[in-house]
């Protein structure tokens, strides 16, 4: 059974920093692209970052640049989310997806954890 299982969220004060994880598990992600996403109360879900299993190619959504760091630990099989100077407004579930790399339909999602930011 394939898993995403992410870890980390919790409550913080603005410009607070957070480190969130996602372990996969149950096949080999080789080939696979690690997506962070979050959804804000009563907005739509947006992206973050993502990063390939196989390479090194992080990319991110432009309000996270410069504060947020995707990387991976692929012998924990492990995703990381770092991100710093928190603000309020990012208060939100953050999730982390995976899907094929080239195709864009997501096959496997975390559960979730949620980050909120105090101002």
């Known amino acids: 059974q394939v898993q995403l299982v992410e870890s980390g969220g919790g409550l913080v004060q603005a410009g607070d920093s957070l480190k969130l994880s996602c372990e996969a598990s149950?096949?080999?992600?080789?080939?696979?692209?690690m997506d962070w996403f979050r959804q804000a109360p009563g907005k739509e879900r947006e992206f973050v970052a993502g990063?390939?299993?196989?390479?090194?190619?992080?990319y991110y959504a432009d309000s996270a640049k410069g504060r947020f760091t995707i990387s991976r630990d692929n012998v924990k099989s492990t995703v990381y989310l770092q991100m710093i100077s928190l603000k309020p407004e990012e208060t939100a579930i953050y999730y982390c997806?995976?899907?094929?790399?080239?195709?864009?339909?997501?096959?496997?999602w975390g559960q979730g954890p949620q980050v909120a930011v105090s101002s």
């Open positions: 990063i390939t299993w196989s390479g090194n190619r992080p």
């Open positions: 997806a995976s899907r094929r790399l080239g195709v864009s339909k997501y096959e496997y």
């Open positions: 149950g096949r080999t992600f080789s080939g696979y692209v």
